[in-house]
């Protein structure tokens, strides 16, 4: 199971810390991958960080704002966002993902707004 916190209402310029949690599995061998969804669009990647070595990907529209780290001892990944804009405003979730299973967060909203 996949559990996403953190979210909530932010003004433009602001931050947010976005946790993903697991329970029942070991996050550190599957890749994890944060994506968010806004109304009327389709779920974007946003970020993920490798199961291997912790190379971290970032989409375009996030790099240089959102970093993704992950936390072995407390078996949680991480998603920082800062300087967030309105265009970030969407339900944010989290994926976990290796070759035999994946498994999905039930989503936390994130809401960009002054």
């Known amino acids: 199971q996949l559990v996403e916190s953190g979210g909530g209402l932010v003004q433009p310029g602001g931050s947010l810390r976005l946790s993903c949690a697991a329970s029942g599995f070991t996050l550190n061998y599957y890749v994890i991958g944060w994506f968010r969804q806004a109304p009327g669009k389709e779920r974007e990647g946003v970020s993920c960080?490798?199961?291997?070595?912790?190379?971290?990907y970032y989409a375009d529209s996030v790099k240089g704002r959102f970093t993704i780290s992950r936390d072995a001892a407390k078996n949680t990944v991480y998603l920082q966002m800062n300087s967030l804009k309105p265009e970030d405003t969407a339900v944010y979730y989290c994926?976990?993902?290796?070759?035999?299973?994946?498994?999905w967060g039930q989503g936390t909203q994130v809401t960009v707004s002054s």
């Open positions: 960080i490798s199961s291997s070595d912790g190379t971290t």
């Open positions: 994926n976990a993902q290796s070759l035999a299973a994946g498994y």
